[in-house]
Structure formats: C-alpha cells, structure tokens
C-alpha cells in the first residue's frame, strides 16, 4: 500500500471520503470551511492519501503541527477517513504510520486525535476508539461534542 502527500487534484477524493461518514461526523461535503480546509492542508503539504485501483483515494488524512523538523511538540491528527470499500485493510494504519514518520520527526513528541467518546454510536459501528488504542494511543480528556451533538475524546500517543 502506498501512501503520498495529496494534490489539488485529490480534492474530489477527501469530499467523496467525507460523503461516507458525514452520518457519524455531520456535514461537510458542502461545507465551505471543510472545503478551504482541506485544500489549505494539500497546499502545505499537510494532507496524506492512500491511492485506490480505480483511481479513487481509499483514505486521506489531515495533519497539523510543528513544520517538518520543528521543535518538539504536539502534533495533531485533524480528520481520518478510509472508504466503506477499504476499512480493515490497513488504509487507516498505513496513513497514520506515514504521518509519524515523515512529520513528527524530532522526538519527545506526542500526536493527539479527537475521536468519538465511548457513548457515541459510531465508536463501536466505526471501530475508531479500538482503532486508535491498537496503534498505541490512550484515552485522554472529554473534547468539545462533535457538530452533530455526540460526544468526543482526545486520544495521545507519546513518541520517546
């Protein structure tokens, strides 16, 4: 599997990603400021995307932080999506990994991500929480409800 920074041209691709799980996270495909984001993300080299056979992205991944090389600090992982079509398949894991070791270079550092909180439907349907603690983050405080009204954890991962 192979991951590279997105491209303008990867656009259609986070929105169709966004299609498939704006049920758990609210909308975004016609949201402007889901749009500049993402295009914002691409043009600093901050978007990561899994390429499909038919042309498609399997996954995109939105990452945010100190510049390649910063000073050590607190990276963020913005938004995950993996297609319906490749969710198990290592998309998600593969995104990730590429994220740790081309970004988050200089070394203490911790990566946070907002997921679901325990009691929100998807966490269980979408497979985020177990997804995040098998790559080795923990559970950490409550976050902000999500757009839709369900609830949020941050989830960190310490790198030594």
């Given amino acids: ?4 920074p997105a ?3 990867d656009l259609p691709g986070f929105l169709a990603l966004a299609a498939e799980v ?3 996270f609210g909308p975004m495909v016609d949201d402007p400021g889901f749009r500049r984001a993402v295009v914002r993300n691409i043009d600093r080299g901050r978007a990561t995307v899994v390429d499909g056979p038919d042309g498609g992205l399997l996954g995109g991944l939105l990452v945010g932080g100190p510049p390649v090389g910063g000073a050590p600090s607190v990276h963020h992982l913005h938004w995950l999506a ?4 490749a969710r198990g398949a290592g998309v998600g894991r593969a995104l990730v990994e590429d994220v740790l070791r081309r970004r988050v270079r200089v070394r203490p ?3 946070e991500v907002v997921t679901f909180g325990a009691d929100h439907p998807g966490a269980v349907v979408s497979g985020a929480r177990v997804f995040w603690e098998r790559l080795g983050f923990t559970p950490a405080e409550a976050a902000e409800p999500g757009p839709e009204g369900g609830s949020r954890q941050v989830y960190r991962l310490h790198l030594a």
Avoid: D, L, S, Y
Wanted: charged fraction near 30%.
């Fill in 1 to 4: 599997m192979i991951t590279r």
């Fill in 109 to 111: 550092a911790t990566v």
């Fill in 7 to 9: 491209r303008p041209a």
């Fill in 22 to 24: 704006e049920h758990w």
């Fill in 82 to 85: 993996v297609a319906e079509r």
